[in-house]
Nanobody, 121 residues
Framework: QVLPAESGGGLVQAGGSLRLSCAAS????????MGWYRQAPGKQRELVAR???????NYADSVKGRFTISGDNAKNTVALQMTSLKPEDTAVYYC???????????????WGQGTQVTVSS
């Protein structure tokens, strides 16, 4: 069983910074991409940032220039450095890993349990 585990959420004032980390544990044959999604109360889950095993990244327009995603394929980890945080960044942030586990021919999405990020004004 593959399980991504997040850490690093918390409460911060507007303009501050936070760093989220995620490690995918379990029997992983090949990692395709890892990313961060978020869900605010009453809203749908949305992509924040994603990085492929080849190093390609994409970001939501709302976080470009403020957030930076980085990954380590050898360790199956991903981090999200968040700066210039705004109250509208408040949400539960979920780590996602798109990978092929050992013993499977299929790539699937695996989700962490989420970590709360709260930005006060």
């Amino acid at each position: 069983q593959v399980l991504p585990a997040e850490s690093g959420g918390g409460l911060v004032q507007a303009g501050g910074s936070l760093r989220l980390s995620c490690a995918a544990s379990g029997s992983i044959f090949r990692l395709n991409a890892m990313g961060w999604y978020r869900q605010a109360p009453g809203k749908q889950r949305e992509l924040v940032a994603r990085i492929t095993s080849g190093g390609s990244t994409n970001y939501a327009d709302s976080v470009k220039g403020r957030f930076t995603i980085s990954g380590d394929n050898a360790k199956n980890t991903v981090a999200l450095q968040m700066t210039s945080l705004k109250p509208e960044d408040t949400a539960v942030y979920y780590c996602n890993a798109h990978l092929r586990p050992d013993g499977s021919y299929l790539y699937s999405d695996y989700w962490g349990q989420g970590t709360q990020v709260t930005v006060s004004s």
